[in-house]
């Protein structure tokens, strides 16, 4: 249980466009979402929390005009990278804590985002 | 706000040896603690949590991990490593506030086992 389906696991894209990935709760409602991204050989940097009804909370020095978080339903939250670059090429991670049980944290697959 | 230091960056072992990867972490209350592996390519895994209770907290794939208060340190152990063990390591550390806390990740460490 407590399976967090992210999608899609590698994308690559054109600088200046714009790019979606999703995460879904499969078997559990998630009214907080995470979304973080990691660099090469890096650790996690959380980017922002995403609320389901509500804006996301960002981290200092996230875009959030860039990085573009819709949380609609308890079970979908979506990450949009806008205009994107190069240097926005990087594993992005999603992930809900349970609320319930023992209240852990499951993640997602993470999504590979090349931009050329 | 919370953070989290693991000073082993880069750890290569033989099969068979001892393991013991350093997690210090900075924050005035109480905290849950994690400890998560991610296998190549793979993606992130839960391998033990501390909530509360023993200190000692046994996890999967013989993993344990000793929470020491006065140390702010979250040590993971494993008494004999096998070479698929090779895999980055992660400390996690969150508020104990009952609520969607966000979890804040030390570096990784990167352990290698050879045969």
């Known amino acids: 249980g407590a399976v967090v389906s992210q999608h899609p696991s590698r994308v690559i894209c054109k600088s200046g466009t714009s790019v979606k990935i999703e995460c879904r709760s499969l078997?559990?409602?998630?009214?907080?979402m995470f979304w973080y991204r990691q660099f090469p050989k890096q650790s996690l940097m959380l980017m922002a929390t995403s609320n389901e009804g509500s804006k996301a909370t960002y981290e200092q020095g996230v875009e959030k005009d860039k990085f573009l978080i819709n949380h609609a339903s308890l079970t979908l939250s979506t990450l949009t990278v806008t205009s994107a670059h190069p240097e926005d090429s990087s594993f992005y991670i999603c992930?809900?804590?349970?609320?319930?049980?023992?209240?852990?944290?499951?993640f997602g697959s993470g999504t590979r985002l090349t931009v050329v | 706000a919370q953070s989290v230091s693991q000073h082993n960056h880069h750890v290569i072992l033989s099969e068979a040896a001892s393991l013991e990867l350093g997690c210090n972490y900075s924050y005035g209350g109480t905290v849950n603690l994690f400890w998560y592996v991610q296998y190549p390519g793979q993606h992130l895994q839960l391998l033990l949590k501390y909530f509360s209770g023993d200190p000692l907290v046994k996890g999967i794939k013989g993993f344990e991990a000793e929470f020491i208060k006065s140390k702010f340190s979250f040590n993971l152990r494993k008494p004999s490593v096998q070479w698929s063990d090779t895999a980055e390591y992660f400390c996690a550390v969150t508020p104990n506030t009952g609520t969607a806390s966000k979890l804040t990740f030390g570096t990784g460490t990167r352990l290698q086992v050879t045969l």
């Open positions: 992930s809900a804590r349970l609320a319930r049980g023992n209240y852990g944290y499951t």
């Open positions: 078997d559990f409602q998630a009214t907080t």
